[in-house]
Structures are given as C-alpha cells and as structure tokens.
C-alpha cells in the first residue's frame, strides 16, 4: 500500500539499448556538473533535433521507462530554463518536442510537475528495507547536495505515510446512513494515526534542509511561466504550439494529491474565489488517475452529512481536521521560515525566483493561510 507513489518502484534506467536514451541518461545525470560549469545550454544546442527521441519507447508503450523519460526531460528541460543568470524564454526543439509528446501521453502540461519531481524520482537505497527517510534516494538531481534530497525525499516519504489515509477515504466516501457508527469511526482513526505520521515526517524538513540553501540552491529551478514577474512573455517551446509562447504553473506541493483527497471524503470545501479555482488548476498537473480519483471521492462522499447527523462522529472527525489543519499550519510556518524571511536578505551570489509569488505562481502566504483557517472552519 503506496498511496500515490507508484505500486513499483520507478527504474532509474531504461530497460531497452537506444543511443537517444543512453544520451538523456547521461546528461541527466550530469546536470549538477553542467549547472556547475554552465554548460546546460551549450550541451543542449550542439545536439540534433532528434537526438533526445522518445519514439522507440512510445512505440513499445514502456510505461516504467516513460515515466523515467518525463522525469529526465522535466528536469533537463528546467536546468537549461532556470539555470543561468536570467531565464531562458526559448526551448530547444531537442528537448521540447520530446517533452511534449510525453506531456501529451500523460495528459498533463509540459512542465517540471510534482510527479516527476517526487512520486516518479525516488528509488531504494536497500531494496529489502521499506520506504523511510533512511532509505531513500533521488534519481535525479538539479545542483544535488543534502539539502535539495533532503527536501524531496520527505514528500515521498509523506506520501508513502499517507497511504492508510487515502485508503481510508476511499472507503469512508462509500459510507452511507446504512454504515455504522463503529465502523465510521474506527476509519476515522485509521486516517488520523496516518495523518499523525505524515506530520511527523513533515517536522522533520528542518533537519537536513536548510532555508538558505533552499531558498537560493534548490527553489529557483522548480518555478513555471505562469503567473511568473521572471518570464512575463512565458515560454517557447521550438517548433511545437505553434511557437506561441505557453504558460504553465511550477512545481508546488499542492500538485499532490493528498490533500484534495482528504478534503473530498470529508466535505471540506473551499470558497468560491482565485484560490478555489487555483486549486482546481492543480489538477491539471497530477497524474490523471489521481485526478480521477478525487473527483469520484468529492462526489460521491457523504461523510459530512453523516457526521452532521451523529454527535457520535464528531470527535473523530474533528481529529482528522486537525491533523490536516496542522499540515497546513506547518506548511505556513516554512513558507515564512524558507521563503519570506530568506526573501528580505540580500544575496549577492543567487537568487530565489520571485519573492512575490509561489513556485506556482501564488501569493502563497494568503493563500495558506486560508487553507488553515477554512480547515478549522470546518470543525464541529
């Protein structure tokens, strides 16, 4: 039981001999030393059209070595966009047309998304042993370091944490009036001891990932175009959209789907406004089976109305939103911590992207705050 984390683990190299693959391996896999040196680009524009193809893969419908494909062109494609003093607007059709044929097969954008930053990019130090934060390693890397790992590997690790949980929503947004109040219950728990779990997991971000590095070394490569003061004429990607310039969301946390499926299968909504339809968005950019699963959870769950019923109910419920309003609330305090304290400090070596605005391209520290308190809200 895995949650959103796929049931077998992602390959961390193509299970088929090709010279395009055996390329995007190899630089992938050097992406630290080219950002380093500065050669992303110039490595990149000596290349051929179709040097980076995909097409042997599409052809043989390789789902595992796909995934791989979208997760090394996402993070190529972001070292030669983010990696140099200003933001490249224009990206080479060896990299673009691949990336969007991929992007097209997925059904979601052509962008660095959550997905490939974390659920498809993680493998097993100790093959035997479990998912923990002990033992787990990034496939791929931007600049690498501790602290960039660090960062990631705790989401795969929350989303390994809140495997139970989700499957506990799913089997409590099928509860009906006819469910009893035991069951109900103890499904309740089921996603509170989870959730408990996952912010554990969640408090130990500060341990090994420090908000200077952060900041400055690990956020600058996961922005977008859209919404973005840095690439206000968004992005070309060559000889694909017509050349017209695209506009995509950056790699954020609310591109998980955790969150919105918790919210689902207990009734949390959210109000009508930009931060409603912000959220909405999001789900463009998750996998589509997860997008599919949510939607069935949000309408077919009635557990709102049950606990509204059944004084019974509530003090179990209630546990479960405050186990996600604390989420959110942690999720606040390293906005504050690891982008806005870091954004009033001058730095005369890098930058973190915009100080304004998310990875996602939000006012992030209004809009968190509003998850938090429309969680509370909730609360019987």
Known sequence: MRGFLPEINPLREYSIPSPSLD?????????????????????????????????????????????????????????????????????????????????????????????????????????????????????????????????????????????????????????????????????????????????????????RCDPYIYYHRVRPFIFGSKDNPDLKGGLIYENQFNNEPQFFRGETGAQSSIIPSLDGALGIQHSTDSLRHYLNEMREY?????????????????????????RNLQDSYNACLEQIRAFRALHLEYAGTYIHKQSKQKNPFGSGGSTIKGTGGTPFMSYLKKHRDETEKHKK
Not at 107 to 120: E, G, K, N, Q
Not at 177 to 206: A, G, K
Not at 289 to 309: A, G, M, P
């Open 23 to 207: 390329r995007l391996q190899a630089i992938a896999g050097n992406l630290p030393k080219l950002l380093l040196t500065g050669r992303v680009p110039s490595t990149l524009e000596s290349l051929q059209h179709d040097d980076l193809s995909i097409d042997e893969l599409v052809a043989k419908n390789l789902d595992q070595d796909l995934r791989l494909a979208m997760v090394q062109l996402s993070f190529v494609a972001h070292a030669y966009i983010w990696g140099g003093i200003k933001p490249q607007e224009h990206l080479p059709e060896v990299v673009a047309k691949p990336w969007v044929q991929l992007a097209k097969l997925f059904d979601r954008p052509p962008v660095l998304s959550y997905a490939s930053y974390c659920l498809h990019n993680w493998f097993l130090i100790e093959p035997e042993e479990s998912i923990s934060l002990e033992n787990i390693g990034l496939i791929t890397n931007f600049l690498g370091g501790v602290d960039e790992d660090w960062f990631v590997t705790v989401h795969v690790c929350i989303e390994h944490a809140a495997a139970d949980a989700i499957e506990a929503a799913e089997i409590i947004a099928k509860c009906t009036s006819e469910s009893s109040e035991e069951e109900i219950t103890s499904l309740f728990h089921r996603m509170e001891r989870s959730l408990i779990d996952v912010n554990q997991i969640f408090s130990r971000m500060p341990e």
């Open 286 to 310: 998750m996998p589509s089976e997860h997008r599919k699963f949510i939607e069935n959870l949000e309408t077919t769950s009635t557990t709102k109305e049950l606990v509204d019923q059944s």
